[in-house]
């Protein structure tokens, strides 16, 4: 069955379709979406299932944890050890943005998202979409890349991989998106070996 597929531009995100693609998230489903750097994957950060499908639809046999948006410093505080003041200044000074965190994760954190060493990767993405979709869901979500592990990201909508589109619950069909640098990833680990 072949997933609904919605349009998007940062004009159009009426607050019907940031209700769809957020109910569609917290009742465990998978979303395509244009993120502020590639086409990528959400999912509830919270949800084994959806991580697990996750997996399976990039084609990663060993499973491994997924960066998570969060929508700033108490919601990260949630999930990692934000309590170094070098950690929030960089957060107060480069959130949001296209920084990634690599923090040592709490105890709380669900498993599925912490790394064998400990850690868990956060983000909070400065795009509109995520901004509201991270709002209305109020919990962090893991995101990815849209495509198939160890190939290339995709900036154009027509170009994403059928396999891909046809694995999810939703998918938000932004076009083309503008040529984007990477997010950058920055592990902070004060005092850990």
Request: proline content about 9%; aromatic content about 4%; glycine content about 8%.
């Amino acid at each position: 069955m072949s997933p609904r597929i919605l349009s998007f531009s940062d004009d159009s995100a009426a607050p019907e379709m940031i209700t769809e693609i957020s109910t569609t998230i917290l009742a465990g489903g998978v979303v395509l979406y244009p993120s502020d750097t590639v086409y990528g994957i959400l999912c509830r950060a919270d949800d084994p299932d959806a991580i697990d499908r996750v997996h399976l639809m990039k084609g990663i046999g060993e499973p491994r944890p997924f960066i998570l948006l969060v929508n700033g410093l108490p919601m990260a505080e949630t999930l990692a050890d934000c309590r170094d003041p070098e950690v929030r200044e960089i957060i107060r000074l480069r959130w949001p943005g296209k920084l990634t965190l690599v923090l040592p994760a709490l105890s709380g954190c669900p498993p599925q998202v912490t790394g064998s060493d400990g850690t868990v990767a956060l983000r909070h993405p400065a795009d509109s979409l995520s901004e509201k979709l991270l709002e209305e869901c109020r919990i962090p979500l893991v995101s990815t890349s849209a495509n198939l592990s160890g190939r290339g990201t995709c900036l154009d909508f027509q170009q994403l991989p059928h396999r891909m589109i046809e694995s999810v619950d939703l998918a938000v069909n932004g076009g083309i998106l503008p040529l984007s640098s990477p997010s950058t990833i920055l592990k902070l680990l004060r005092g850990r070996t």
